[in-house]
């Protein structure tokens, strides 16, 4: 009697084993889909994409209504079919379950970033970056991007300096950096970057090994504290 209830156990342990990983391939399924939608060229190819998303995540829903992944997904969804309605209530739902994680944070952030509300997108990645996302590219970027359409450009271009320190090899952070040094000084490029390495580093460009991350830790919180 004993080997049967041991055995029991084990497949019912082996059935969760393989109904979370189930769920999990399908999620990861439907993120990699929603990343092809966002970065397709042809809108009928994202519509698609968009589509097979949402049949894997609302598959997951209707199992377990409180995944955080699937309830960011569905918002995900909504937020590029441009339903509000519909994009809210899941992420409020995800984010009311843990109002202090930056992550969640970062989530509203983003859902009011996709509706063009950039002065409560801004407080929400603010929150984040200061519960935990201080580093974090993509949040720093996203805020630089909220205070260029606020017409904030001094906070704009501090973030796009934040965004540099963190990933110098990023094109578009570059770009963005150019385009506001050449309306500043538009004969004066080499001393704009000297400049640029001194305010950033307090120092003459360094190498990768000089780098002190406390010093770099010093120098992000004291660009977001502006």
Do not use: W
């Not at 929400?124 to 996203?142: E, M, Q, V």
């Amino acid at each position: 009697m004993k080997n049967i209830y041991q055995n029991i156990l084990i497949l019912f342990i082996c059935f969760l084993f393989a109904a979370n990983n189930a769920i999990a391939d399908n999620i990861e399924k439907a993120d990699k889909l929603i990343r092809k939608a966002e970065t397709a060229s042809i809108q009928e190819e994202a519509y698609e994409y968009i589509n097979k998303a949402r049949v894997l995540y609302q598959e997951e829903y209707d199992v377990n209504p409180v995944n955080i992944q699937v309830l960011l997904g569905l918002s995900k969804v909504n937020q590029l079919l441009q339903d509000r309605a519909e994009a809210k209530l899941y992420v409020l739902k995800a984010y009311n379950m843990n109002p202090s994680d930056p992550k969640l944070q970062r989530a509203m952030g983003d859902f009011f970033y996709s509706f063009q509300e950039y002065s409560t997108a801004i407080e929400y990645y603010k929150l984040s970056l200061a519960s935990g996302l201080l580093r974090d590219f993509d949040t720093n970027l996203k805020s630089a991007k909220c205070y260029e359409k606020l017409g904030d450009l001094k906070n704009a271009e501090l973030y796009y300096q934040i965004c540099y320190h963190l990933n110098s090899q990023s094109r578009e952070v570059m770009k963005k950096l150019n385009e506001y040094d050449s309306v500043k000084h538009p004969d004066n490029t080499k001393e704009l970057e000297e400049a640029k390495y001194k305010y950033l580093f307090k120092d003459k460009k360094p190498s990768k090994s000089e780098q002190n991350d406390n010093d770099a830790e010093n120098i992000i919180e004291q660009l977001n504290s502006k």
